[in-house]
């Protein structure tokens, strides 16, 4: 399948910096990236939805003054958390979509994830 | 309530041997039911995609069913390894999105 990077794998950061996370499909072209959010023990929650391109759409009751997505090229989707603070500490997730691949449907491929801990 | 309620929340079973996972969903319509696998600590990775037309899909010691006039689901483990632990995430596509279950928490012991 193909394959979505993030980067960095893990952050910790103080308490009112700003933190960017980086998605990278690196084998196909997404026009479509995601960002999750995932809290343990519970399951990924969209946070918003990214067209390279345009500006991203946000789910409901997601700041989007707080989460700054950039979906600059059809590879490259970031996600900037600013002013964190402790209660963003949680498992970021970004996923790209193959819009209706080889086999007839939407499918989204997932990255490995980036740990945020703020303190 | 969430529109896609999976069972057990958490199970643990000796390697070696098989387990069922069960989903029940609500989503309607939708255009394909996956299943996904979750180590921790790390991305969902696909296991299975199904149309609402087809009725079973495997890969490898994974083999998932869908019967859409009851809307359930289920993920067969079929001689469990123990790299099989992680959690097992039931997502339908619909209304544009994927809809996600909360998982199933499966750890394969020695």
């Known amino acids: 399948g193909a394959v979505v990077s993030q980067h960095p794998s893990w952050v910790i950061c103080k308490s009112g910096t700003s933190v960017k996370i980086e998605c990278r499909s690196l084998?196909?072209?997404?026009?479509?990236m995601f960002w999750y959010r995932q809290f343990p023990k519970q399951s990924l929650m969209l946070m918003a939805t990214?067209?390279?391109?345009?500006?991203?759409?946000?789910e409901q009751g997601v700041e989007k003054d707080k989460f700054l997505i950039n979906h600059a090229s059809l590879t490259l989707s970031t996600l900037t958390v600013t002013s964190a603070h402790p209660e963003d500490s949680s498992f970021y997730i970004c996923?790209?979509?193959?819009?209706?691949?080889?086999?007839?449907?939407?499918?989204?491929?997932f990255g490995p994830g980036t740990r945020l801990t703020v303190l | 309530k969430n529109q896609v309620e999976q069972s057990p929340q958490s199970l643990i079973i000796l390697e070696g041997k098989n387990c069922t996972l069960q989903c029940n969903y609500t989503v309607s319509p939708f255009s394909n039911l996956r299943w996904y696998k979750q180590d921790t600590g790390r991305g969902p990775v696909s296991l299975t995609i199904?149309?609402?037309?087809?009725n079973t899909k495997s890969n490898g010691r994974y083999t998932a069913t869908l019967d859409a006039d009851t809307k359930q689901s289920s993920l067969h483990i079929t001689a469990s390894q123990l790299s099989d632990s992680a959690s097992y995430i039931c997502?339908?596509?619909?209304?544009?999105?994927?809809?996600f279950g909360a998982g199933t928490q499966v750890v394969v012991t020695p």
């Open positions: 199904m149309t609402f037309s087809e």
């Open positions: 084998d196909f072209q997404a026009t479509t």
């Open positions: 996923s790209a979509r193959v819009e209706r691949s080889r086999k007839g449907y939407n499918e989204q491929f």
């Open positions: 997502v339908l596509w619909g209304w544009g999105k994927l809809q």
């Open positions: 990214s067209n390279e391109g345009s500006k991203a759409t946000y």
